[in-house]
């Protein structure tokens, strides 16, 4: 294992990820920002099991309060060209609920956005919290 450091100053390299800064971006195993359909195309290349995944979601979903609209997107995982957008909330870090809220309803309108300019099912995921079993 290699393990590497970096100082940094976080106005900067938030500047510089915002920005496409190289220094920041060699960082990525991808472009984070502005190279959706350059990543959307790499991901196609991967082999999943959609339907395993559509299964497992559908169960997860059981043990908690859900609405139709929720499993309309998990359905999404029929078509083998869907993706998803995933985002969330790091506890303990910009905390509050209005927050975590704007960051939930941010991820639903991106993926909206990426589904009609992909032309393909966009699926959001917000994580709110991990869990472990």
């Known amino acids: 294992m290699t393990i590497e450091r970096y100082s ?3 106005d900067k390299w938030l500047s510089g990820y915002a920005s496409g800064d190289d220094e920041v971006q060699c960082l990525f195993d991808y ?5 959706s359909t350059e990543r959307f195309e790499e991901l196609k290349s991967y082999q999943l099991n959609h ?16 609405n139709d609209m929720q499993l309309a997107q998990i359905e999404k ?12 909330q790091q506890a303990g870090l910009f ?3 209005i927050y975590t809220i704007a960051k939930a309803l941010t991820i639903i309108q991106k993926a909206k956005i990426e589904q009609e300019r992909l032309q393909t099912p966009v699926i959001p995921v917000f994580l709110d919290r991990w869990r472990r079993s």
């Open 95 to 97: 905390t509050g609920p």
């Open 51 to 66: 339907d395993d995944l559509r299964q497992a979601l559908h169960e997860y979903h059981q043990q908690f309060e859900y």
């Open 31 to 35: 472009r984070p920002i502005g190279h």
């Open 8 to 10: 940094m100053n976080l």
């Open 77 to 88: 995982l029929k078509d083998q060209n869907a993706t998803v957008i995933v985002g969330g």
